[in-house]
């Protein structure tokens, strides 16, 4: 039997909005049905219709996967969604007045899995329909270059702006285009770091974007002081792998969000837990640590993405795993995330609570009781 559009149809019209309580058929949510081979593809437009709680898109995706996917001849099904992006309200001085929200991704630790994070998000919330750019906030180790495959040189068609790469339709900046050796070390201090990444904001041509997901370094120094202070950004997803080793720092950049006033819109558990051929789990990183940070975050847990080899090998091949096996278990866990992260922003701004609403407050005084250092004999 050959899968037309009609039986697509036939089996949404089984998937009913958990908020609204109706057929998404009845709804009129469901348009632009493709059926490529075994490959189907929809779009939920959810525009015009009220939206509910973070759980709301992931329900919607997980049930239409499921009813879709079970159709003869059907091998992958992709979601797409169309609805209004809610927007941050940018200041008068904001480097960055055309992008609708500004997501950082960050964490106190390095070797968490940062920048494997923030491409896999930025290609999954690409591929849901969104317009979406990628900025390699690592001065001294950028990662974007290797991870996307790209090593074209960024130019100026106007002498005032650059133009940004793209790939996969995301739009990228990286210091690591810039280099004419990319082994060779960027040796700046902290005022030279700093000014290239406010050139990389305000300089680059990034255009109307819903997402600009910015890859940040290690640490809580120069650059995300530079972005608190800049910057209005929607928020942060603080990534952590499950071990006190990594959750120890991961603790401080929590606590300097909180301090500079940047939401943080969820945590990413990465490196979670490793399946065997057999089927049976390790948590080799022991468990536990991402929920601790959440709680201590007062935020969700965006989810948890296993260790599987692909993630690795994908990303060294320059096409992140969301973007090469876009219906593995592996993508589905970043698309899953990517889909929780886009209701999350939406129930910050629902619910009164606009993303980025709050400017950074930083305390310079020192403390009260603050002692001098004795002079030196």
């Not at 009220?50 to 329900?59: C, D, E, N, P, V």
């Not at 990034?206 to 002081?225: C, H, K, S």
């Not at 300097?256 to 089927?279: H, R, T, W």
């Amino acid at each position: 039997m050959t899968l037309s559009v009609a039986d697509v149809n036939a089996a949404l019209a089984q998937v009913q909005d958990p908020d609204l309580k109706k057929s998404v058929a009845d709804l009129g949510m469901v348009k632009d049905v493709v059926i490529t081979g075994g490959h189907v593809g929809f779009t939920f437009d959810l525009r015009g219709i009220s939206r509910g709680g973070a759980q709301r898109r992931h329900k919607l995706g997980a049930d239409a996967r499921a009813v879709v996917g079970a159709l003869e001849g059907v091998t992958s099904v992709e979601v797409k969604w169309d609805d209004e992006v809610p927007a941050r309200t940018p200041a008068a001085d904001d480097p960055l007045p055309t992008v609708k929200n500004v997501i950082l991704v960050m964490s106190g630790k390095g070797g968490v899995g940062k920048s494997t994070t923030a491409t896999n998000l930025a290609l999954a919330l690409k591929r849901a329909g969104n317009r979406v750019g990628l900025l390699d906030a690592d001065i001294y180790g950028p990662s974007i270059p290797t991870m996307l495959g790209v090593t074209g040189k960024p130019v100026s068609l106007d002498g005032k702006l650059i133009e940004p790469l793209e790939r996969f339709g995301v739009r990228l900046m990286s210091i690591g285009f810039l280099l004419e050796d990319p082994r060779a070390a960027v040796i700046w201090r902290g005022p030279m770091l700093t000014g290239a990444l406010q050139q990389f904001l305000k300089d680059v041509n990034w255009g109307e974007l819903d997402y600009l997901i910015l890859d940040l370094p290690p640490g809580t120094g120069d650059v995300a002081l530079t972005l608190s202070q800049r910057l209005k950004s929607t928020g942060a997803i603080v990534v952590t792998t499950p071990q006190p080793v990594a959750t120890d720092d991961v603790y401080k950049s929590v606590s300097m969000c909180q301090k500079v006033n940047i939401p943080i819109l969820g945590v990413v558990e990465n490196m979670s837990y490793f399946i065997d051929s057999a089927g049976v789990r390790h948590d080799l990183f022991g468990k536990g640590g991402g929920k601790a940070i959440a709680d201590f975050a007062g935020a969700p847990l965006l989810g948890q993405i296993p260790i599987d080899q692909s993630v690795r090998e994908w990303g060294d091949k320059g096409t992140p795993v969301v973007q090469a096996a876009p219906f593995s278990p592996i993508a589905k866990s970043f698309v899953e995330i990517a889909e929780r992260l886009a209701d999350r922003i939406a129930e910050m701004a629902g619910g009164g609570e606009e993303p980025g609403d709050a400017g950074p407050v930083i305390d310079r005084s020192g403390g009260t009781g603050r002692k001098r250092l004795p002079l030196a004999k």
